[in-house]
């Protein structure tokens, strides 16, 4: 078991991203293949199996090198059966993952949550620094979290915690959310929610705007104009970018609240502002926290990117084996 590498899988709408990785975490090679989401992503299994095959074979080696397979998707995970409920970017609808990809590799393979994995791999090797009570909050197209307590991901009764960008942070008369409800933090705190916020400023308010200026261009907003803009002083954005971390600050806090996290990471697109986002941010997660939760806890950008992912998938593969969930 000493020697043998730990496979991370990470899927995505668009594209899955491999590594193999030591027992201590690095990364010694690591790939990206596109997703096949025709026949409702049924050969989603056999591509990965495939790859993995083809790769160890490159590299010399074979699947008697490799402990397990831990692989993140995007949508709930039944963490004792490895099917995901539902992934509605791949076509799944209870799709026994583990299941096939066992079948298809001859390894032993755990699933979880995309969202859980990545917060586990900024635990081990990112941001968290080894903390054992953490937050992961990834600010993307849309909000995703996972959260982590002594050293374990928080999985819930049925695989749902840490659904972070679904709290909710407008109770009345938000905007419609991608789950069904109106007002998650998702439809406030996401690039997607950043530009919806100063769209409604732009057509709102009578005062004048450099965002006004940049969309009579012909081009569209993204929340990085939005924050540049809040940077060279311009009111109406800096007012989007106060209600984007007035609202996360809360969220952020009242989680906090229920957890004493030691870190709380921030990541994803919208984390790339860096201390524009930090400072205020934290300024209102301070404002919001009970005074000994706020001490204890520090907030700090991610540091893997688009390697969180296969880093957490290859921890949960070597925790779970040395839990003696997988048979090896
Ligand atoms: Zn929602």
């Not at 591509?47 to 995007?74: F, H, S, T």
Request: hydrophobic share 45%; charged share 15%.
């Amino acid at each position: 078991m000493k020697d043998k590498w730990l496979v991370g899988v990470d899927i995505g709408g668009t594209t899955i991203k491999l590594a193999f990785l030591t027992q201590n975490g690095a990364i010694l090679r690591k790939w990206e293949i596109p997703t096949d989401t025709s026949m409702n992503g049924s050969n989603i299994p056999d591509d990965i199996a495939r790859e993995l095959r083809n790769q160890l074979a490159r590299m010399g080696q074979d699947r008697n090198d490799v402990l397990g397979i831990g692989i993140g998707a995007p949508g709930p995970v039944n963490i004792k059966t490895g099917s995901v409920d539902v992934a509605v970017n791949l076509g799944w609808v209870s799709f026994p993952l583990q299941e096939r990809l066992e079948q298809a590799t001859g390894l032993p393979v755990v699933v979880d949550n995309d969202a859980n994995i990545a917060a586990l791999g900024e635990m081990w090797k990112g941001a968290g620094e080894g903390a054992r009570d953490l937050i992961c909050v990834t600010l993307g197209t849309g909000v995703g979290g996972g959260i982590i307590s002594n050293g374990a991901i928080v999985r819930g009764v049925n695989g749902s915690a840490g659904e972070i960008g679904h709290i909710a942070a407008i109770p009345e008369g938000g905007a419609p959310c991608n789950c069904g409800k109106t007002g998650c933090l998702e439809t406030v705190a996401s690039a997607t929610g950043i530009v919806r916020m100063a769209m409604v400023e732009v057509h709102t308010s009578y005062e004048s705007s450099s965002l006004r200026t940049y969309l009579e261009t012909g081009s569209s907003l993204t929340a990085k104009v939005v924050f540049e803009a809040a940077k060279a002083g311009d009111n109406l954005a800096s007012k989007v970018i106060r209600e984007l971390t007035f609202h996360l600050g809360i969220a952020l806090a009242n989680l906090a609240n229920g957890t004493n996290p030691q870190k709380i990471v921030i990541g994803g697109g919208v984390s790339q502002a860096g201390n524009a986002l930090i400072v205020p941010l934290r300024q209102q997660f301070v404002r919001f926290t009970f005074p000994r939760v706020a001490i204890g806890a520090k907030i700090v950008l991610a540091t893997l990117g688009n390697d969180a992912g296969v880093t957490g998938g290859a921890r949960l593969a070597l925790d779970a084996c040395k839990q003696k969930m997988l048979i090896i």
